[in-house]
């Protein structure tokens, strides 16, 4: 934790969803670490309880507000919150999403790709949405959507969420252009790192899994805290104000040849 006063984003506001666990924790604890006052929000009540205790025991400042990002109206209640406790939202981590059973394209049903869309393209719309006022009454803020290497790569037996999450970096790049004018960044990263989601791919497909880090060129995946949330960090600053638009593939260059993702369907 950086001592009171030299942290990159002392001063601000960040809104991290799915901040329960996972990288939405290490991005929580990274932007704390830099002096933000944090935002956990989840669903899991329980889940963000504990991200704000971790922060708190490093001296960090964080509260939790609960959110269930399939209900608009609950998002649009966790900004208006937000703004109304602490005056603004500098930074918002779009990080949260809708998750689905892998399974082959000719079987997944449509409910599938409109869960998938609500997570990872809609969610974050009416978040960006109503956070842009208060960002733009600012001319400051800062927005990070979290997207995959599955949908750039088009990985197999995940189609709902590849469309999804290739949809948020088109949403991304649309607001970069609308709201730079306006001091407003809005940019995505594609991370790879250890999660509980990526624990349970390993146990369900060993092999997979040790041949996913064969061919990452670092030889590791990524630490959520470490790894992920330096780079949030700094796109959250003020250092990163002339950078809107951009996909950072966050994956220790698992995006330069490509990965083997090949996810059990039994």
Same mark, same amino acid.
């Given at each position: 934790?950086?001592?009171?006063?030299?942290?990159?984003?002392?001063?601000?506001?960040?809104?991290?969803?799915?901040?329960?666990?996972?990288?939405?924790?290490g991005?929580a604890?990274?932007?704390a670490?830099?002096?933000?006052?944090?935002v956990?929000?989840?669903?899991?009540?329980?889940?963000? !309880?504990?991200?704000?205790?971790?922060?708190?025991?490093?001296?960090?400042d964080?509260?939790?507000?609960? $959110?269930? @990002?399939?209900?608009?109206a609950?998002?649009?209640?966790?900004?208006?919150?937000? !703004?109304?406790?602490?005056?603004?939202?500098?930074?918002?981590?779009?990080?949260?999403?809708?998750?689905?059973?892998?399974?082959?394209?000719?079987?997944?049903?449509?409910?599938?790709? !409109?869960?998938?869309l609500?997570?990872?393209?809609?969610?974050?719309?009416?978040?960006?949405? $109503?956070?842009?006022?208060?960002?733009?009454?600012?001319?400051?803020?800062?927005?990070?959507?979290?997207?995959?290497?599955?949908?750039?790569?088009?990985?197999?037996y995940?189609?709902?969420?590849?469309?999804?999450?290739?949809?948020?970096? $088109?949403?991304?790049?649309?607001?970069?252009?609308?709201?730079?004018?306006?001091?407003?960044?809005?940019?995505?990263?594609?991370?790879?790192?250890?999660?509980?989601?990526?624990?349970r791919?390993?146990?369900?497909?060993?092999?997979?899994?040790?041949?996913?880090?064969?061919?990452?060129?670092?030889g590791?995946?990524g630490?959520?805290?470490?790894?992920?949330?330096s780079?949030?960090?700094?796109?959250?600053?003020?250092?990163?104000?002339?950078m809107?638009?951009n996909?950072?593939?966050?994956?220790?260059?698992?995006? @330069?040849?490509?990965?083997?993702?090949?996810?059990?369907?039994?």
């Amino acid at each position: 934790m950086n001592k009171p006063g030299t942290g990159l984003l002392d001063g601000k506001v960040a809104v991290i969803t799915g901040a329960g666990q996972g990288i939405g924790r290490g991005v929580a604890l990274r932007l704390a670490a830099e002096g933000a006052q944090v935002v956990v929000s989840d669903i899991n009540a329980d889940a963000a !309880a504990e991200t704000v205790s971790l922060i708190r025991s490093q001296g960090g400042d964080a509260v939790a507000i609960g $959110c269930d @990002i399939a209900d608009s109206a609950s998002l649009e209640a966790l900004v208006d919150t937000v !703004a109304g406790r602490f005056g603004t939202l500098d930074i918002l981590v779009n990080n949260a999403y809708l998750g689905n059973r892998p399974g082959p394209l000719e079987a997944k049903p449509a409910a599938d790709f !409109a869960r998938a869309l609500q997570g990872s393209l809609y969610a974050p719309l009416v978040a960006m949405q $109503c956070a842009f006022p208060h960002m733009k009454a600012r001319r400051y803020g800062r927005i990070i959507n979290m997207c995959s290497l599955n949908g750039v790569n088009a990985h197999p037996y995940t189609a709902d969420y590849n469309v999804s999450k290739e949809a948020l970096r $088109c949403l991304t790049r649309s607001a970069a252009r609308e709201w730079a004018a306006h001091g407003i960044t809005v940019n995505a990263i594609c991370p790879a790192a250890r999660t509980p989601a990526y624990e349970r791919f390993a146990a369900a497909s060993p092999e997979n899994a040790l041949l996913l880090l064969k061919q990452n060129p670092t030889g590791r995946m990524g630490e959520a805290e470490q790894d992920i949330g330096s780079v949030v960090a700094f796109l959250s600053s003020d250092g990163a104000g002339y950078m809107t638009g951009n996909t950072l593939f966050v994956d220790g260059g698992s995006h @330069i040849n490509g990965v083997s993702w090949l996810p059990s369907v039994a």
